[in-house]
């Protein structure tokens, strides 16, 4: 005899609570990232990234080169107390450098800035 798993209940209400618990950057979202990102890598000034997630939060690391520390972060939260503290900016040292309830606002304050290499 064959075993076989019977599920009883509503399979949709189940897969909706899975999607409530679920965290992470939404499309729209993402897709400004990474439209952001693909400008500063034909600019050459950004060469890597890496998407990391947790309960807490989800974060995109923005690397000048693959084997450096990253030099920012954009972090959004999850669980916030202030709605000013969802999105934040992160340096290569893992100090804030800005903070803000808006991605796009988070984005033009990385626009503005240009990193220049001294010789």
Do not use: C
């Amino acid at each position: 005899m064959s075993r076989t798993k019977i599920l009883s209940g509503n399979a949709y209400l189940y897969e909706a609570k899975l999607k409530e618990e679920e965290k992470f950057f939404s499309k729209k979202e993402l897709n400004k990232i990474l439209s952001f990102y693909g400008m500063k890598v034909a600019s050459g000034e950004w060469k890597d990234y890496a998407i990391d997630r947790d309960k807490e939060k989800s974060s995109f690391s923005i690397y000048r080169h693959a084997s450096e520390m990253p030099i920012y972060q954009i972090i959004k939260k999850h669980k916030i107390k202030k709605p000013d503290e969802k999105w934040r900016i992160l340096s290569m040292t893992g100090h804030e450098i800005k903070r803000n309830r808006s991605l796009d606002s988070i984005l033009k304050f990385l626009q503005g800035k240009r990193l220049v290499l001294l010789k």
